[in-house]
């Protein structure tokens, strides 16, 4: 059975920093590509970084320059450190894998194009963790 586990959402201050890990289990590290993605309220689902195939990383231009993803195989376990939070950057974030590789590279396309995507569009999501910025 393949669980995704987010963790370290919390609060922080405009222009504080956070660091997101997402745990995989059932899936060998490899055999996946993930990626980041978050949510507002009443808005859709979108892309934030991404990490597939041999360590290809992807931005959306929103978060360039802030946001950094990285993976660490041992833990099977994947981070987004958040720096320089801003108020408008949504709350909840989500982790998602996807083992097949046309879906990997539509993945990498939606962060990069900045476009939504659906709870069901990717094979395996996490429950999310939130976020809040504040002034």
């Known amino acids: 059975q393949v669980q995704l586990a987010e963790r370290g959402g919390g609060s922080v201050q405009s222009g504080g920093s956070l660091k997101l890990s997402c745990v995989v289990s059932?899936?060998?590290?490899?055999?996946?590509?993930l990626g980041w993605f978050r949510q507002a309220p009443g808005k859709e689902r979108e892309g934030v970084a991404s990490?597939?195939?041999?360590?290809?990383?992807s931005y959306a231009d929103s978060v360039k320059g802030r946001f950094t993803i990285s993976r660490d195989p041992a833990k099977n376990t994947a981070y987004l450190e958040m720096n320089n939070l801003k108020l408008e950057d949504p709350d909840m974030y989500y982790c998602?894998?996807?083992?097949?590789?046309?879906?990997?590279?539509?993945?990498?396309?939606?962060?990069?194009?900045?476009?939504?995507?659906?709870?069901?569009?990717?094979?395996?999501w996490g429950q999310g963790t939130q976020v809040t910025v504040s002034s």
């Open positions: 998602a894998a996807e083992s097949r590789f046309p879906e990997c590279i539509r993945m990498q396309t939606t962060v990069i194009v900045g476009a939504s995507a659906s709870a069901t569009e990717f094979q395996f």
């Open positions: 059932g899936l060998p590290f490899g055999d996946y590509c």
């Open positions: 990490f597939v195939g041999g360590g290809t990383i």
